[in-house]
């Protein structure tokens, strides 16, 4: 997806589904536009092994994980609309000086 018609931003608050199962809701972390991902605040929680555990010299010491999020795919998030608080889609209008909203 070109970088133009993302509608998805850093900050935002998003609801995750998959399929028809909702994950949860959130505020977006960040988002890779290259890999069409984003990171989203409690959704996707994975287990990563922290750097300097994974540096150790001594290879018996047991790895330490940290909890982090995972990114999910754009398409499985919906913008929250502020007012409601439902899910919403997202659609670009164009302002009669040629401006988008």
């Given at each position: 997806?070109?970088d133009?018609k993302?509608?998805?931003?850093a900050?935002d608050?998003?609801?995750v589904?998959?399929g028809?199962?909702?994950?949860?809701?959130?505020?977006?972390?960040?988002?890779d536009?290259?890999?069409?991902?984003?990171?989203?605040?409690g959704i996707?929680?994975?287990?990563f092994?922290?750097?300097?555990?994974?540096?150790?010299?001594?290879?018996?010491?047991?790895?330490?994980?940290?909890?982090?999020?995972?990114?999910?795919?754009?398409?499985?998030?919906?913008?929250?609309?502020?007012?409601?608080?439902?899910?919403?889609?997202?659609?670009?209008?164009?302002?009669?000086d040629?401006?988008?909203?």
């Open positions: 997806l070109p133009w993302w509608g998805i931003f900050r608050e998003v609801a589904y998959h028809k199962r909702k994950m949860g809701q959130g505020k977006v972390l960040r988002v536009h290259a890999r069409s991902r984003v990171w989203v605040e996707k929680l994975r287990e092994a922290t750097e300097e555990s994974a540096n150790d010299p001594d290879p018996s010491r047991p790895l330490e994980y940290e909890l982090r999020e995972d990114s999910v795919h754009y398409s499985q998030c919906n913008l929250i609309d502020p007012v409601d608080g439902r899910r919403t889609r997202l659609r670009w209008r164009y302002l009669p040629g401006r988008r909203v």
